[in-house]
């Protein structure tokens, strides 16, 4: 079985240590490095390369939305390139809008369960974003707020651009007809808000993967999203799901 090979950046060795113990109840994960600041934990992914890099946002050297930026700019497009996944304590749209803007794949809160903190890395793993339910609704209320901010569906791409000085100014709320999606499509995409895999959707819906899927694929098509966080988002803007 591959393992994914992940490495942990975060000063709190106490943090570290159930962060390492909560990855390691799976075997399919395995922790190839561990650094306490920006500049060792640069260092250590450049020669490890490991396929995730869970990075505190506080580091006590360099803010860790900056050592993204780093870790991101010797990428050179590589699609095998590190992916990272940030770890903190902040919830406001600031700090997740400039963590996806320097290349964050990811984004959860450090309260975040170890169960969810595992099918995070999966989703990272596989190429797809990851955003704490709770920072994903904190954004969007805010940008609800505030219409005149960047567009929140910039978050679902995997490099956002900050775009506050070309924002539309006749942008709304995005407008998605509660209809257009059956019940259980609109229980699928609920479970899909709150970071479940296909096989977690399939277990607590009694349904199998495959079916899954068939939802998955027809949810995106009728919301015309790209992804699974482009549909998660555009359906907690739109209200379709709370």
């Known amino acids: 079985m591959t393992k994914i090979r992940v490495a942990l950046i975060e000063d709190h060795d106490l943090t570290r240590v159930g962060i390492r113990t909560a990855l390691l109840q799976k075997d399919e994960i395995e922790i190839v490095g561990e650094a306490a600041n920006a500049t060792e934990g640069f260092d250590m992914l450049k020669l490890l390369q490991p396929d995730v890099a869970i990075i505190d946002i506080g580091l006590p050297d360099k803010d860790g939305i900056e050592l993204t930026r780093d870790v991101k700019s010797i990428a050179h497009g590589d699609e095998l390139a590190t992916k990272v996944l940030i770890l903190t304590l902040r919830d406001n749209k600031e700090a997740v809008l400039a963590a996806f803007a320097a290349g964050a794949d990811s984004y959860c809160m450090k309260d975040i369960r170890f169960d ?70 609109l229980e699928v995409l609920q479970l899909i808000v709150e970071g479940c895999s ?38 907690l803007r739109s209200g379709l799901v709370g």
């Open 116 to 185: 969810n903190l595992l099918e995070a890395v999966r989703v990272t793993y596989n190429g797809n974003a990851w955003i704490d339910p709770a920072i994903a609704r904190i954004v969007l209320q805010q940008a609800q707020q505030k219409p005149h901010k960047p567009d929140v569906t910039s978050v679902t791409t995997k490099t956002v651009v900050d775009n506050s000085e070309s924002v539309n100014d006749n942008q709304e709320q995005e407008v998605i007809d509660p209809y257009i999606l059956t019940e259980r499509e």
């Open 198 to 235: 296909n096989a977690v959707i399939a277990e607590r819906l009694y349904i199998t993967v495959g079916t899954v899927k068939t939802h998955v694929r027809n949810i995106l098509n009728k919301l015309c999203a790209d992804d699974r966080t482009q549909a998660a988002v555009r359906a």
